[in-house]
C-alpha cells in the first residue's frame, strides 16, 4: 500500500467556496441563533473545513428586531460598554438596548461566538444583521437558511 498517496487537502483561500445565506430570526431564541449562524460563518458544517482559514459562507439575519430571549432576560442581562476614558462605563438592560439598536444584540451574540483572534475579526465581517425584512444582498441570491 502506498501510503504517499494519501494526503490531507487543506482548504485555503483560493479554494474555498463561499455561499450566502439569509436567516429569518422571527421567534428564534438568541442563543441558539447565534450559535448555529457562527458555526456556519466560522465553516463548519463543510466537509472542507480547516481551522485557520476563513472558509465559512456570508450569512445575512433579517427581522433582528423579533429575536427572543427566554426567561427574565430582557430586564436582567446587561451589556455593558466602555469609552475608554474615567467615567466612560455605560450599562443597558437588554430591553433598552433592544430599543436603541436591535442589531447589537445579535452581533454582539455572534461575535461571541467566534474565535478572538484576526481569523474571527475577518470571519465576522461575513455577517450582515439587518432591522426588517429588506436586504441590499438581492444581487448574491441568497439561499434561505433555517434551523
Not at 500500500?1 to 428564534?28: G, I, P, Q, R
Not at 460598554?81 to 450599562?91: A, E, I, R, T
Amino acid at each position: 500500500m502506498n501510503t504517499l498517496s494519501y494526503k490531507t487537502k487543506s482548504a485555503n483561500k483560493e479554494t474555498v467556496e463561499k455561499e450566502w445565506f439569509v436567516v429569518d430570526a422571527t421567534d428564534l431564541v438568541l442563543g441558539r441563533l447565534a450559535s448555529n449562524v457562527a458555526r456556519v460563518l466560522r465553516g463548519k458544517h463543510k466537509p472542507s473545513f480547516t481551522p485557520h482559514v476563513d472558509c465559512g459562507d456570508n450569512v445575512i439575519i433579517i427581522n433582528a428586531e423579533k429575536v427572543k430571549l427566554t426567561g427574565k432576560k430582557w430586564d436582567e442581562k446587561e451589556y455593558q460598554f466602555y469609552s475608554g476614558h474615567p467615567g466612560g462605563q455605560k450599562v443597558y438592560t437588554a430591553k433598552d438596548l433592544q430599543a436603541r439598536d436591535p442589531r447589537r444584540i445579535v452581533e454582539m451574540a455572534v461575535k461571541g461566538m467566534l474565535p478572538k483572534n484576526k481569523l474571527g475579526r475577518k470571519i465576522y465581517g461575513n455577517l450582515t444583521v439587518v432591522v426588517g425584512a429588506e436586504h441590499k444582498h438581492e444581487a448574491q441570491s441568497p439561499k434561505e437558511l433555517k434551523f
